[in-house]
């Protein structure tokens, strides 16, 4: 398999939340062009197909032409973290995200419905 030509990218550099190492089995990430989750195999992103071609639900389920290619397959990611720094960083995040104030919702007064040009007419 050859990489899809895209410049490397750094585990590091990636939210901890979109990457998965595990002592006991394959490193996996989200895929950064379809974001399902793909196990990383020689340092890319194994190859899968990306979604549907637009209008191709318009084909028998039988004759529908399989998906093309995902482009994010074959990305190149360097695993630069071990499992113990990826989960420090995962805690951290989980930290910031407990500790981050709820939006306050604000309800916006609604304008008045228009008449209908029947009801306008009339007047
Ligand atoms: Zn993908």
């Given at each position: 398999m050859r990489h899809n030509g895209q410049p490397v990218i750094l585990a590091s550099s990636l939210p901890p939340n979109l990457i998965s190492l595990s002592e006991r089995s394959c490193t996996?990430?989200?895929?950064?062009?379809?974001?399902?989750?793909?196990?990383?195999?020689?340092?890319m992103v194994t190859p899968h197909r990306g979604p549907h071609v637009p209008g191709a639900d318009a084909w028998p389920a039988e004759?529908?032409?399989?998906?093309?290619?995902?482009?994010?397959?074959?990305?190149?990611?360097?695993?630069?973290?071990?499992?113990?720094?990826?989960?420090?960083?995962?805690?951290?995040?989980?930290?910031?995200?407990?500790?981050?104030r709820r939006t306050r919702v604000m309800p916006r007064p609604k304008p008045p419905a228009m008449r209908a040009i029947v009801q306008m007419a009339a007047h």
């Open positions: 996996l990430v989200a895929c950064p062009e379809c974001g399902r989750w793909k196990s990383i195999k020689r340092g004759f529908r032409p399989s998906p093309p290619r995902c482009p994010g397959s074959g990305q190149r990611i360097r695993i630069d973290l071990t499992f113990e720094e990826w989960r420090a960083r995962l805690a951290a995040g989980c930290r910031q995200a407990g500790q981050r």
